[in-house]
Structure formats: C-alpha cells, structure tokens
C-alpha cells in the first residue's frame, strides 16, 4: 500500500492544522493506521493510532489536542491537530499496518512558529 500524507505548513501557536493521508488502495481491512512524527534531531514517536473497528490510541500528552479519524469510503486518515505548540513542530508520516508489514509514505513538514 502506498501512502501520501499532505496538509502540513506552517502556523502560529495557537493554531490548528489537519493532515491527510491518503492510501492508494482500501483502508477498509488495514489493520492499523496511525501518525508518527519526527522533529529535528529527535527520534521519531508515536502521535496516533486506529485501528480497523475505529479504536483509537494517542500518545498520552497528546490527547485532547490532536484527533485521528478514518473515512473509509475515501481511503483517508486524518489528523486533526489544535491548539499547536512550538514542540509540536515535526515532520509528520503516515503508517498502515497489514498483515504485519508495516508501511510509511512520505513526511508532511508541521512547523509551529510565530
């Protein structure tokens, strides 16, 4: 499965931003999808998950501010994302899980800053 993340850029703190991930084939039966990010010089981590059955996960400092949903008629995952902050600035990847393979597409650049 190919996936295309989108909708990063730039924004003031306090803003909000919502990141798109587009799948090249049906997310209807992939097991996961999530969102990973990386900021400069640090590790990449875990920001949301969900699964199949719409069950969601979220790094623990992170919920409340970010959401993820799934529409699976359009084989996209979004990533809401409000009330940024300067460290929330990263490049954020999109990842699917199926079968156990593990798939990442490309970054979207978030860079949170006045």
């Known amino acids: 499965v190919q996936l295309q993340a989108s909708g990063g850029g730039l924004v003031q703190p306090g803003g909000f931003l919502r990141l798109s991930c587009a799948a090249s084939?049906?997310?209807?039966?992939?097991?996961?999808m999530g969102w990973y990010r990386q900021a400069p010089g640090k590790q990449r981590e875990l920001v949301a998950l969900?699964?199949?059955?719409?069950?969601?996960n979220y790094e623990v400092h992170l919920k409340g501010r970010f959401t993820i949903a799934r529409d699976d008629a359009k084989n996209v995952v979004y990533l809401q994302m409000n009330s940024l902050k300067p460290e929330d600035t990263a490049v954020y990847y999109c990842?699917?899980?199926?079968?156990?393979?593990?798939?990442w597409g490309p970054g979207t650049e978030v860079t949170v800053s006045s």
């Open positions: 990842n699917a899980v199926v079968y156990g393979s593990s798939y």
């Open positions: 084939r049906s997310i209807f039966s992939i097991n996961v």
């Open positions: 969900i699964t199949s059955d719409g069950t969601t």
